[in-house]
């Protein structure tokens, strides 16, 4: 079965640090790629996708990640992060090809201390 | 604009009871999932509507579960007989996703977040 493995489950930084959040999946055919963030009392948002082309893609406030096809990765970076970046970030994958679903991993926890 | 919208929030439950819970979806959104997010995990996918037609119910863990979206817009997950580990956050997005659109990304409510005693 199709799974997503994020390996940090939780992580702490300090404000001006940088991030890298690791996210590896199981499938290997052609999938579509995201990040979802979810801020303390809000519901899932966007942050960034992955459909096709430039493996680099950029999101929303700085964020951005890289498909390595040869990996089955898409981490999730940001060079500084802020005390508003204190969330929890998903992964999740689609396959193409007559599948909607996604399928998630299990969060990993961002704490970023002022 | 609006967002998909969740009732209600929250639903505490004894064990044995039955539940419902409702999902309104943005507006013109063909399609239209379910999830279930238990505590310290990711959302699981449950079941996938395209209009009115359930497309997929592979995730649902038990006949107990029943999702239903008659007119192709708002959507109720039932839940029947309910039992404690069926505690959770019940997670409903939506998605423009017709056939000829179909790498659109799926937008998320905020839950409703059931408790079974």
């Known amino acids: 079965a199709q799974s997503v493995s994020q390996h940090n489950h939780h992580v702490i930084l300090s404000e001006a640090a940088s991030l890298e959040l690791g996210c590896n999946y199981s499938?290997?055919?052609?999938?579509?790629l995201f990040w979802y963030v979810q801020y303390p009392g809000q519901h899932l948002q966007l942050l960034l996708k992955y459909f096709s082309g430039d493996p680099l893609v950029k999101g929303i406030k700085g964020f951005e990640a890289e498909f390595i096809k040869s990996k089955f990765s898409f981490n999730l970076r940001k060079p500084s992060v802020q005390w508003s970046d204190t969330a929890e970030y998903f992964c999740a994958v689609k396959r193409v090809g007559g599948f909607q679903k996604l399928v998630f991993g299990t969060g990993t926890r961002l704490l970023v201390s002022p | 604009g609006a967002g998909v919208s969740q009732s209600p929030r929250y639903k505490v439950a004894k064990r044995g009871q039955d539940v419902a819970l409702r999902c309104d979806p943005i507006s013109g959104h063909v399609s239209l999932f379910w999830y279930q997010q238990a505590l310290g995990q990711g959302p699981e996918f449950l079941t996938y509507?395209?209009?009115?037609?359930?497309?997929?119910k592979s995730g649902l863990p038990s006949d107990r579960f029943f999702a239903e979206r008659p007119e192709g817009s708002v959507s109720t997950l039932k839940i029947q007989r309910t039992q404690q580990e069926d505690s959770a956050v019940y997670l409903c997005a939506s998605s423009l996703g017709a056939v000829l659109r179909p790498n659109q990304p799926q937008h998320f409510g905020d839950g409703t977040r059931l408790s079974i005693l």
């Open positions: 509507f395209q209009n009115e037609a359930q497309l997929d």
């Open positions: 499938y290997g055919g052609t999938v579509n």
